[in-house]
Nanobody
Framework: QVPLVESGGGSVQAGGSLKLSCEVH???????LGWFRQAPGKEREGVAT????????TYVDAVMGRFTISLDSTGSTVYLQMNGLKPDDTAMYYC?????????????????????????WGQGTQVTVSA
C-alpha cells in the first residue's frame, strides 16, 4: 500500500485558495509530517511541518500567514490550506513523513535537503496558479 496519498491540487487564479490533503497509511511513532514543493527546474523546498504530538506547526517565510498545515484528530490525514495563492506557488506539492523525538526536531527538518530529512514520500499533487 502506498504510504502517503496526496490530493486536492488544481489550477486557480492568483488570490485563490486550495486545500491539499494527504492520507497517511503508514503508522510511525512520534510522527512528523511535512509539505514540500518542487517547481520546474528548481530544487524541492520545504513549505510546512507539523508534529503529531501537540500539532506544533512550522512554516517557511514564503508561505507564513497564507498557508495552514493541520492534522485530523486520528492522525490519518494532514492538510495544507493555501490562501492568497501567487503564481510563484506553482509547483508539484508533496507530503512526507518521518519520526521525530520532539517538536523542535520536526521543525528543524523543514530546512536542509528534504530527501535526506524525510524518508517517506507521496507521489505529489500539482498546483498551478495563473496571474
Amino acid at each position: 500500500q502506498v504510504p502517503l496519498v496526496e490530493s486536492g491540487g488544481g489550477s486557480v487564479q492568483a488570490g485563490g485558495s486550495l486545500k491539499l490533503s494527504c492520507e497517511v497509511h503508514k503508522y510511525i511513532d512520534s510522527a512528523c509530517l511535512g509539505w514540500f514543493r518542487q517547481a520546474p527546474g528548481k530544487e524541492r523546498e520545504g513549505v510546512a511541518t507539523i508534529y503529531a504530538r501537540g500539532a506544533s506547526a512550522t512554516y517557511v517565510d514564503a508561505v507564513m500567514g497564507r498557508f495552514t498545515i493541520s492534522l485530523d484528530s486520528t492522525g490519518s490525514t494532514v492538510y495544507l490550506q493555501m490562501n492568497g495563492l501567487k503564481p510563484d506557488d506553482t509547483a508539484m506539492y508533496y507530503c512526507a513523513l518521518r519520526s521525530a523525538n520532539n517538536a523542535m526536531t520536526c521543525a528543524a527538518a523543514l530546512r536542509g535537503r528534504p530527501e535526506r530529512n524525510f524518508p517517506i514520500w507521496g507521489q505529489g499533487t500539482q498546483v498551478t496558479v495563473s496571474a
